[in-house]
């Protein structure tokens, strides 16, 4: 492989923003104190924006996000759901216990991996890691979507917008772009790409690494050195900073349309041109996929960090350096989705705690029955604060030929066939429900979900 200088890398969290209406963020302002938590892609609410991906600079106040939950060495495999848990976040509370990952859209296992999709006029799939890494060695082992204006992601994500990157355009399967920001600073001079020699990313598994000390970034591919990033060299006298990413972040892993026809030109460019939702996989499968077998995290130490706590990241101040983040034992979980960093241990109203809902479904991961459905309603909990997801709702996550959760069937192996067509269901069957979802992100995901679960089972 060989490495070269240029080109840019664009951020999944752009595309988001196009379509959701931004209430924080630069320029913008703070959250207010009825919606403290600022998230990810800018919006303002409480429970789920209060946890991964809080942006610490825009919420209401330094406690409005809750701690993030500190690193542990480990490495995920995603053979079945107990092998590595994921969670739909309109469900995590932000207790890792619970979960590896937290989900939008629609994450699937199968043969041996885990499936991020993207069905027609959706936004992708994203998985984000409940715990944080700050400083560490992140592996995953993947193959890339393909297809004009598709866009697979690895990265490594703070809360005050500092990031890693690995990306591929799905029209050059022989690159992986590189690239990283400092604070959210949009300096596209930081990117760099590393070829592949022979084979490509879609049909083949490689490794692809990111080693982040306090000093340098390497970026490595199955082992082999592809990029140096040092610390020394992002000096900026005028700032007086190191613009080099020093804070916690999670390891995201994602699908999204680069080419979607709403996003700018030079997004749509990039990306290799506009998106088809007719052609190519989508046509055989009835969605765009990426594959991840293997994600690996080793921990490092962050040098003369302050406190000794084993459980949590807090920020103390908003200078968005490494000296900001205190090691805590503050917990990390909200009681409720009405809760937030300010109030954690809020719990819902007594009508909407003893709510319960039952939902079946049948092998290929499609609701069959919903029993005794009941809801909070829309203006008492902050579920999402992101995407609007692919295929069914983001909480069905689909076994596949491996109807008993088992993890037997497929073929991990790579040497089988490469789509997830033994899954035994295709997305294509729920594009009616796009509408629905679309809808999902500005008012309570879980009610209308469920609502969109019952027209399925009729």
Not at 76 to 95: C, H, R, V
Not at 171 to 185: A, R
Not at 365 to 373: A, K, L, Y
């Amino acid at each position: 492989m060989h490495f070269s200088r240029l080109g840019s890398t664009l951020l999944l969290a752009s595309v988001v923003a196009g379509q959701l209406k931004k209430d924080c963020g630069a320029g913008i302002g703070n959250c207010p104190d009825d919606k403290p938590c600022c998230s990810q892609y800018g919006q303002c609410g409480i429970g789920a924006y209060c946890l991964g991906g809080c942006d610490p600079m825009f919420s209401h106040s330094l406690q409005s996000c809750m701690p993030a939950p500190q690193c542990q060495s480990t490495t995920y495999q995603f053979t079945d759901s107990k092998s590595s848990p994921i969670l739909s976040n309109t469900k995590y509370l932000g207790d890792p216990s619970t979960a590896d990952w937290v989900s939008d859209g629609q994450p699937l296992y199968a043969n041996g991996v885990v499936y991020l999709t993207m069905a027609p006029n959706t936004v992708g799939t994203v998985l984000a890691s409940t715990r944080y890494v700050w400083y560490g060695k992140i592996s995953a082992t993947m193959r890339t979507s393909r297809g004009q204006g598709v866009v697979s992601a690895f990265i490594m994500m703070s809360d005050v917008k500092d990031e890693i990157d690995y990306e591929w355009v799905g029209v050059d399967l022989k690159t992986s772009q590189t690239n990283y920001y400092w604070n959210g600073i949009p300096n596209y001079t930081h990117s760099g790409n590393i070829t592949l020699d022979s084979g490509d990313t879609y049909s083949e598994w490689h490794t692809y690494t990111i080693d982040w000390t306090p000093d340098s970034i390497t970026w490595l591919v199955d082992g082999q050195v592809g990029r140096v990033q040092k610390r020394g060299d992002t000096y900026n006298a005028t700032t007086g900073n190191f613009e080099f990413p020093q804070t916690p972040s999670r390891v995201q892993l994602s699908l999204w349309p680069g080419g979607l026809a709403s996003n700018g030109k030079g997004t749509i460019d990039w990306a290799g041109g506009p998106i088809s939702w007719t052609g190519g996989d989508i046509a055989t499968y009835g969605y765009y996929f990426a594959q991840v077998k293997e994600v690996t995290v080793e921990c490092y130490n962050a040098p003369n960090a302050q406190g000794s706590g084993k459980k949590s990241y807090v920020y103390k101040d908003l200078k968005q350096v490494n000296t900001s983040v205190v090691l805590s034992d503050d917990q990390t979980y909200l009681a409720s989705l009405v809760a937030t960093g300010e109030d954690p241990d809020k719990q819902l109203p007594n009508a909407q705690s003893s709510a319960t809902t039952i939902i079946k479904t049948n092998a290929a991961g499609q609701v069959s029955t919903v029993v005794s459905t009941v809801a909070p309603t829309g203006s008492s909990v902050g579920t999402v604060p992101g995407l609007d997801g692919a295929g069914f709702g983001s909480n069905d996550l689909n076994k596949g030929n491996d109807p008993d959760g088992s993890g037997s069937g497929g073929d991990a192996s790579g040497t089988g066939s490469s789509g997830p067509e033994s899954t035994g269901w295709s997305q294509s069957d729920a594009k009616t429900g796009d509408s629905t979802r679309l809808a999902l992100v500005s008012g309570n995901i879980i009610a209308l979900m469920l609502v969109g679960a019952a027209m399925l089972a009729l």
